[in-house]
């Protein structure tokens, strides 16, 4: 989720290209609010580019915003020079800077997340930006018209204008901005379902809006604007919030413009009456709209959360599963496979072996003497001497299907699947052979060192025979070995060496 001002990392500072486009948009903001909201008796309906300052603060926590804030300051003198003297000019633009200022530092204050994310950050931008910021840069603003020659309405009139034109301004224009600023989220998708659905609302609202032009106040159909506020709340609803501001954005400049040009969607009004019922249409629909979309993709976003933690405890839960079953047939001791591994090896072998018709061999180790050698050199030692056993083993027991376990105590067995007999015994002698040239000592054996015996069958399982039958001839091969004298490898049906 989004966190507050203070605890997101700051963004790298914007790049030289960011502060020479920031005024470039500003005064194209300028441009863009003189041609579609201005009526002819100068009453602005939305002002817009208060919110382009404020975006940038946003995003960038506020880094280089002195820089940010001449630039823009000094494009919005450059914007008002054709409008108002110089004087007043340069105290018109102070009053839209103070309003930006106060409104990103009361969203600092208030802790508020920049990317406008979740719905209490919604809450605390309207009150820092456009009730709070707009309101009192209205008042300032008012105090500097009222002092201009021409200028009639009363100081409460100007100050509701300024208020209600700035701060629709920064409520539609500063989430878009913003929205533009940061990486879509991969997650949600706005095509070309909604693609599809702002096409029909802007052509909905491209009808309501052209009604009643000229004289004729009478719309044609009856149709208000208040119907766009249904696809809005679809496209709020399954969009994304970039998507959302967009569409609320072109509705309401649409219905700026639409005012200021003659038209009457909303009915027959004086022209200050019809710019009021506008700005309330607009701040209905943004508040409505964006409230809505954030308020979705914050429940999306913590649905979102919860599947990934859902998704990664279960990713645990598999892990520890793999792992409580990889312990559960592994000996702790030694390393190597365990009794109930084995024997479930080697009935899936076995019935492999049945499918393939190949041969299946069996080999069964015992440690000559361990019990003499435990109680001679103790515990530990012997502990040790079963895990070199089995690390040996597993040296060179290691074709892919083979296993190597520790059958019980002393004892160590290896199924080798698709081995001849011949094979099975050579491995069973170089095993052997090996844990010898070891020359680990070994006082209480008459060889001196420590040695294995070892018994070894191979069978290609028949209906009647049963993996019991393979074990039984391998178990037997072992006590011969044993019988003959130790040290050796014996081999079922055949003695070997």
Not at 36 to 55: Q, T
Not at 115 to 125: M, N, P, V
Not at 327 to 352: H, K
Not at 405 to 432: H, M, N, V
Request: hydrophobic share 45%; glycine share 8%.
């Amino acid at each position: 989720m989004t966190r507050a001002i203070a605890d997101t990392p700051p963004p790298s500072p914007p790049a030289w290209w960011v502060l020479l486009l920031l005024p470039l948009l500003h005064f194209a903001s300028v441009k863009l609010t003189l041609s579609l909201a201005r009526s002819p008796e100068n009453e602005v309906v939305v002002w817009l580019p208060n919110a382009v300052l404020l975006a940038a603060l946003l995003h960038w926590r506020g880094r280089r915003g002195l820089a940010m804030a001449a630039l823009t300051f000094a494009s919005d003198v450059y914007a008002n020079l054709p409008v108002f003297p110089a004087t007043h000019a340069v105290l018109l633009s102070l009053c839209n800077l103070g309003e930006v200022t106060l409104a990103w530092l009361l969203m600092r204050r208030l802790g508020a997340s920049p990317e406008l994310e979740r719905i209490q950050d919604f809450g605390r931008f309207l009150l820092a930006g456009p009730l709070i910021g707009a309101l009192t840069a209205s008042m300032m603003a008012g105090l500097a018209l009222c002092t201009l020659d021409g200028v009639h309405p009363p100081y409460a009139t100007l100050v509701l204008l300024w208020w209600f034109g700035d701060g629709l301004g920064l409520l539609i224009y500063t989430p878009l901005l913003l929205s533009f600023l940061r990486p879509a989220s991969p997650r949600t998708s706005d095509w070309p379902q909604g693609a599809a659905m702002m096409a029909v609302t802007l052509a909905a609202a491209a009808f309501i809006f052209t009604q009643g032009d000229g004289g004729d106040l009478r719309p044609h159909v009856a149709m208000t604007p208040q119907l766009l506020l249904i696809p809005l709340l679809y496209i709020a609803a399954r969009c994304s919030l970039r998507c959302t501001a967009l569409a609320i954005a072109l509705i309401s400049l649409g219905s700026a413009w639409s005012v200021t040009t003659g038209h009457h969607p909303f009915g027959d009004a004086s022209a200050h009456e019809t710019i009021l019922r506008t700005q309330e249409y607009i701040l209905t629909l943004s508040t409505i709209g964006m409230g809505l979309a954030i308020m979705l993709g914050e429940q999306r976003a913590l649905a979102h959360e919860l599947e990934d933690k859902v998704r990664a405890r279960t990713e645990e839960l598999e892990a520890s599963n793999r792992l409580l079953a990889q312990l559960s047939t592994t000996d702790s001791l030694t390393g190597v496979a365990n009794r109930r591994r084995f024997d479930e090896a080697l009935a899936r072998e076995w019935a492999r072996a049945q499918r393939t018709g190949e041969p299946l061999s069996l080999g069964l180790l015992d440690v000559d003497y361990f019990k003499a050698y435990n109680d001679h050199y103790g515990h530990q030692a012997g502990d040790e001497c079963l895990r070199q056993v089995a690390t040996l083993m597993g040296d060179h027991v290691r074709r892919a299907g083979d296993l190597v376990a520790r059958y019980g105590g002393e004892e160590f067995a290896f199924i080798s699947p698709a081995a001849g007999a011949e094979d099975a015994a050579a491995l069973a002698r170089t095993i052997c052979a090996t844990l010898q040239a070891q020359a680990r000592p070994h006082m209480r054996s008459p060889l001196g060192v420590l040695t294995a015996s070892m018994g070894v069958a191979t069978l290609v399982p028949g209906k009647d025979d049963s993996p019991d039958t393979l074990f039984r001839l391998a178990d037997q091969a072992l006590y011969e070995a044993k019988h003959k004298g130790r040290n050796r490898v014996e081999q079922a049906d055949a003695p070997v060496g």
